[in-house]
């Protein structure tokens, strides 16, 4: 090939240009650390980038509402466990007044007590958290009250509440009042407590022996609806155990597409140095001496 | 035979080798011009006469300064050009496209992504005001980006219209240049080749085969004619001006409609192709979008019971007018039931499960946008590395061609010498002659005296 001058100055241009733009690429790496900056840098990598975004944008929003999920049960925890050791002391009040030869004068006190204890347990059924109720299911009511007819009644209504914890895993975090205290099996809990008061006060023994029963039947009901609450707070914790490990493994992966090796960056920037230096120590000797340098 | 012609053919030497110096001054003051073709002087023996002692050579002739151009080299090299151009403005304007669809920095995924979450903690706090207007917020976030994007295609197309008018006219101008040109050469042909006039022709030429990858043809009398899809852009004097519109059509006065190559062909492509594609996509999506948010929106129920309006409008499936619809915290449907219990978030958790479930498009939205994305990213990438890789065969092939035409000076300055040389010793012939007829004119005749 006929190598013309103009040639020689358009090819160490182009050289020069390339190493030029390849220096600044390893720079710009190695500075920003990304690897992609714009689609075209890796168009399926790009897709799969955005996917991993999204995906850990959802383990973070888990957690958010693993959080949430668990105040809430929580909350709806301590209230049963204190609901449930006052029907103990109820039980054990009704036992002592069954068989109490006093009762005329005994039961008295035992009846005022357990009308206290039966607004104890209304104020705890109509618990609030963070102003919403605990077990009125979606309705911003009191779960338990007295109708005009002075009969007590369920308010609520059926809502579940879910959380979402997972992908496609969402749990129920909250327990109605009218399954914890009977008021859907016919025999709820504050009706038999004013059941009791009154037998207590008359002194109807072989009534006292029946609401005994009813009394152990309400018992268990509420420890049962205590471990629902207790299995949804394992679920929320196992879950949300699962999404961090989640979000850990997508910041790996997210960061093996993005980012680039430090270490190959910084040696690639090294390489496209020596190569710049090269290029331009070459380009000081590419016009060879001329003929006319040895022309007389 | 004449006792001169010695004289005579001494001085055709000296003539021979200052054309011969001259030519390569000019090759040597001209190394650097673009476009420049070196030129040579072409010698011939002149006829010999014949004498009684056979034929005597008269010395050297001047038969033509040629131009040392390959018209195959220039015509590959002309082809790849006019590719090149096509290639490198086509992925220079899908890569403006990229740069204002904004991701992988800033983009819909953000603010989709802020959409979904806004949704979610709504739905954990269905009663919460502020969660309503940060929902109501991030939706406008994701229409504006979305419209700023489809605006932003539309300032660009708009732009390359332009740019298409705008460089046909130019074109058009290169073209008038090249029929005068055509006219000037075939004026200066019988006197010999007007050297300047062709090198001219031949740049600008180049200029309008990058813009119109129009193919070169020259007829016999030295002057050129420019085809375009087979019909006549230049022939000789006549010139056919191109029309071009904003919308990427280009006619040609005698048929109409046609498709360049070159960079006005890339421009043409995109406005017929890229853009107009990537703006589907977009209308598409932003259509799906607005389709699955409001069909499950309207699933919900206010607060009053009402079920739920339209979260996003879009006229005509156009992105550009993509707008929120809600504006109220009341008017959101966040409730799963008619009753609409205050602390019920069903339909905002359904609106936010819209993320991995597909909507009523009867696809997931983040996925079609990942689609998108890929989709961009994958025809600017694809016409980026097209351009890169036709840059270099073009790079090739007008070294290939510079080779040819170019100057190099050592050989200027070894045919300097031999010039220099040949006028030496013709000069040199001259006196010789010179001083043999000094001795027959004035030494002849003088013996004895």
Known sequence: ?296 | MSSFLGIHTAYSGIRAAQAGLETTSNNIANVSTRGYTRQRVELVTSHATLTAAGYIGEGVDIEAINRLRDGFLDERARTELGRSGRLSRLADMLGRTEGVFGELQFGVSNDLDDVFAALEDLANNPDSAGARQVVISRLDGLATRIRSIATGYEAIAANAGNDLIGETREVNQLLHRVAELNTAILGARPGGQPNDLLDERDRVIDDIVERTGARVLHNEDGSVRLTLDGEQLVDRALVNELTASADGTITHPAVGAVTLGGTLGGIQEFLASGIASLQAELDTFATDLATSFNDQHAAGFTDSGAAGGPLFTIALGTARTFQVAVSSPDELAVHGDAAAARFDGDNAQALADLRNVAGSSGSVITEDLQALVSSLGASVGGAQTAANHQAQVAGAAEAARMSEHGVNLDEEFVSLIAFQRQLEAASRVMTSIDQALDVLINRTGVVGR
Do not use: K, W
């Open chain 1, 1 to 296: 090939m006929r190598i013309t001058n103009q040639l020689i100055v358009d090819n160490a241009l182009r050289r020069l240009r390339d190493v030029h733009t390849a220096n600044n690429d390893a720079r710009d790496a190695a500075i920003t650390g990304r690897r992609v900056n714009l689609p075209s840098d890796d168009p399926t990598g790009a897709g799969r980038i955005l996917a991993l975004r999204a995906a850990e944008r959802a383990r973070v929003q888990e957690q958010r509402n693993a959080d949430d999920a668990e105040a809430l049960l929580n909350a709806a925890d301590t209230n049963l466990r204190t609901i449930t050791s006052r029907l103990q002391r109820v039980r054990d009040l009704v036992v002592q007044g069954a068989n109490t030869t006093t009762i005329s004068d005994g039961g008295g006190a035992i009846a005022d007590e357990i009308a206290s204890i039966r607004e104890e347990l209304v104020a705890l059924a109509n618990a609030r958290h963070a102003g919403r109720p605990l077990f009125s299911g979606f309705a911003d009511v009191d779960a338990v009250a007295r109708d005009g007819g002075g009969t007590f009644v369920y308010q609520g209504d059926a809502g579940e509440v879910r959380r979402r914890i997972g992908d496609i895993e969402t749990v129920t975090v909250n327990v109605r009042a009218n399954d914890v205290f009977g008021f859907t099996a016919g025999d709820d809990l504050f009706t038999r407590l004013d059941t009791i008061e009154s037998q207590l006060r008359s002194g109807d023994v072989n009534g006292l022996q029946a609401s005994l029963n009813s009394l152990d039947g309400q018992i268990s009901r509420v420890t049962e609806h205590l471990g629902v609450v207790g299995a949804a707070t394992n679920r929320v914790e196992s879950a949300r155990n699962r999404s961090v490990e989640g979000q850990m493994h997508i910041g790996a992966e997210l960061s093996e597409l993005e980012h680039v090796d430090m270490a190959e960056a910084i040696m690639e920037l090294r390489m496209q140095e020596v190569a710049l230096q090269a290029t331009q120590q070459a380009l000081g000797r590419a016009f060879p001496p001329s003929l006319a340098s040895f022309l007389q």
